[in-house]
């Protein structure tokens, strides 16, 4: 009897990844993967299901827009002003306290949650699906957390007695106001690879941007573009990017990522009370899966199928949102300034209708973008439709970093 209840208990340790046992698993939530971004439903009380970008960067959770359809009960509110990146003005927000937020089988308890009045990032738009904001860092407090970028799954495991899948590395982390932070080296030309102190950021969808106010060991590359790096919680966040030979977590690197720096400006605020060199995002962090413990600040990562996929930017130098009537449209939102882009004549407002040939009422924003990512000794055949009339231009997709 004895050695039956032995064989039984190996074998539900082998289930469990084949190591690490005991690992109570609390509950299993599916995610979708909207480009790098890892989309959530959650409840907020007795709400209907939110769309929600799990976004480590923030420390509480943000409904940025809802609609028609979206009905959310929550506690009585106060007004906030919030303060982030970015070069525009302070955001007024709706502060609600003790909330209980449901995912799945799991439900978080005094959360606190914003509401934006003005919904400055149109993630829904941007995204070209539903999204109804941001899922803060204060999730990761009760329970150890796996993102697995595998399976699409968020697993919930109780802190007692945890130990790690073997297959994972692990770090150690700092917390700061709830927010995550890790060291990673990043090595420059031929110098020598130095550690940064980097905030781990699922909502930030780049791979990294390294500021150069106070860090002096990370220098913008000769060899680098002007563009807009993307939107904060304060405005819009422009700077340079370029490629570094190598970032690596541990003993685990990639090579000639490209990475950001943003204008010092538009940062420094933000930079005066921190000693944060940079944001590792989610187009790195999803080359991974991930195990984070708060509790006992530690940081599991182990490679997955991504890790090794070739990095890209936006060559084309043009931002686009998708609208959506009977058919999906694509309407330019920015054009850098000295992009290929603007070279072609794109203007913000321009409406793209076909590229290569292809008519595109059937595509996605994600798939219309990797158009604008490909570099090609072939410049890009675009229809624009404009007031004025439609056109027909040339983007010049020969990279440039």
Not at 64 to 91: M, P, Y
Not at 334 to 362: Q, R, T
């Amino acid at each position: 009897m004895r050695k039956a209840i032995l064989f039984f208990s190996l074998v539900l340790c082998l289930q469990t990844l084949f190591a690490g046992c005991p690992r109570k698993l609390i509950a299993s939530v599916p995610f979708e993967m909207v480009g790098t971004y890892v989309v959530v439903e959650v409840r907020i009380n007795e709400s209907s299901r939110l769309k929600m970008i799990l976004d480590t960067g923030v420390r509480n959770t943000i409904v940025t827009e809802l609609h028609a359809e979206d009905e959310v009960s929550i506690n009585s509110t106060e007004s906030r002003d919030l303060q982030g990146l970015g070069s525009g003005n302070v955001l007024n927000a709706m502060v609600s306290h003790n909330n209980v937020l449901s995912a799945g089988k799991i439900k978080l308890l005094n959360k606190t949650v914003y509401i934006l009045k003005d919904d400055i990032f149109n993630l829904s738009k941007q995204t070209g699906t539903k999204i109804n904001g941001l899922l803060g860092v204060d999730i990761f407090q009760d329970y150890i957390v796996q993102i697995d970028y595998s399976n699409r799954r968020i697993r919930f495991y109780d802190p007692e007695n945890f130990t790690a899948p073997k297959a994972y590395g692990y770090m150690p982390m700092t917390i700061e106001k709830q927010k995550m932070y890790i060291r990673l080296s990043v090595l420059e030309r031929d110098t020598a690879r130095q550690s940064i102190k980097m905030l781990m950021d699922t909502g930030a969808e780049l791979s990294a941007w390294f500021q150069t106010l106070t860090n002096k060991a990370v220098k913008i590359p000769e060899k680098s573009i002007k563009g807009r790096i993307g939107e904060g919680l304060s405005g819009e966040i422009t700077g340079y990017f370029a490629r570094v030979p190598q970032i690596c977590i541990a003993n685990f690197c990639v090579r000639n990522p490209i990475v950001a720096f943003p204008d010092s400006a538009m940062i420094a605020e933000i930079i005066q009370f921190s000693d944060r060199d940079g944001t590792i995002g989610s187009r790195l962090l999803s080359r991974f899966n991930l195990i984070i413990d708060t509790r006992n600040k530690k940081f599991y990562f182990k490679p997955n199928s991504n890790f090794n996929k070739e990095f890209v930017y936006n060559i084309a130098g043009l931002e686009i949102a998708q609208e959506t009537t009977f058919f999906n449209q694509f309407v330019v939102t920015n054009v850098w300034k000295g992009s290929p882009a603007e070279a072609a004549g794109i203007k913000p407002g321009d409406y793209i209708s076909e590229i290569n040939g292809e008519k595109l009422f059937s595509y996605t924003v994600q798939q219309v973008r990797a158009f604008f990512e490909k570099s090609s000794k072939i410049p890009l055949d675009v229809v624009i439709q404009r007031s004025t009339g439609d056109f027909r231009c040339f983007i010049d997709m020969k990279a440039r970093i």
